[in-house]
């Protein structure tokens, strides 16, 4: 499975973006799929997760209704829609897929990783 993010930039505090990653490969749409940052000098750590046909969600209490994630199935598609960005969301956003079907936080469960979108939250 390979995953391609993207959708990073410069945004002020307050703004918003919305990342996207494509996953090709042999990637299954029963996997479940997830978004992980890493700011600097920190751990990463999880965001959010979305299982098998969007059933289950999961979100990280820092981005709890601020980030949606969602999918596109027919085009093996996550999205990660941030909204009220704040400079504590700056980091480097990776996609990851699990190939399990329920959705996961734990980013050992993860089988495949994305290069990386950096996103930067001005103040």
């Known amino acids: 499975v390979q995953l391609q993010a993207s959708g990073g930039g410069l945004v002020q505090a307050g703004g918003s973006l919305r990342l996207s990653c494509a996953a090709s490969?042999?990637?299954?749409?029963?996997?479940?799929m997830g978004w992980f940052r890493q700011a600097p000098g920190k751990e990463r750590e999880f965001v959010a997760a979305?299982?098998?046909?969007?059933?289950?969600?999961l979100y990280a209490d820092s981005v709890k209704g601020r980030f949606t994630i969602s999918r596109d199935y027919a085009n093996n598609m996550v999205y990660l829609e941030m909204n009220s960005l704040e400079p504590d969301d700056t980091a480097v956003y990776y996609c990851a897929v699990s190939n399990t079907a329920v959705a996961v936080t734990t980013g050992s469960r993860y089988n495949y990783w994305g290069q990386g979108t950096l996103v930067t939250v001005s103040s």
């Open positions: 979305i299982g098998w046909r969007g059933r289950y969600t």
């Open positions: 490969g042999r990637f299954h749409v029963s996997y479940s």
